[in-house]
């Protein structure tokens, strides 16, 4: 019975930092229809493998605020929070 209730603490602390993680994942597997499986980018669309973590965040942000003009993209990022936006930065930044 000790042990049961100790596995349950452990998943209640493990599972939403786990959540967190694969939702960055799935939300990015949305992004590379686009800009490519590897986020090299294609035809006019530009890549995001290892760009700055700070520099897609922001642009994310722009888009989302309309300070930078897109075709798509002001689109797409009105659909994501911020604490979204930067996880999508970091996950995109870590790509080598
Ligand atoms: C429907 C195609 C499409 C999808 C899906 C898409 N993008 Fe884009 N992305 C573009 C295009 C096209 C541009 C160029 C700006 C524009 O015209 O919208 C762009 C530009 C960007 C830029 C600016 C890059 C730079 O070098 O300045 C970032 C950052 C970005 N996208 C991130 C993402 C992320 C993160 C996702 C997934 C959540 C995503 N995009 C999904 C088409 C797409």
């Not at 049961?4 to 599972?15: N, Q, T």
């Amino acid at each position: 019975m000790r042990i049961c209730g100790f596995s349950l603490l452990i998943a209640l602390i493990a599972a939403p930092a786990f959540a967190q993680s694969a939702d960055v994942t799935i939300l990015a597997a949305t992004c590379s229809g686009c800009h490519g499986a590897s986020a090299d980018g294609s035809g006019g669309i530009p890549g995001l493998r290892g760009q700055q973590q700070a520099y897609l965040a922001n642009q994310l942000k722009a888009f989302k605020a309309g300070s930078r003009p897109a075709t798509v993209m002001n689109r797409l990022a009105k659909g994501y929070t911020d604490d979204e936006i930067a996880g999508l930065a970091l996950h995109f930044s870590r790509l080598r």
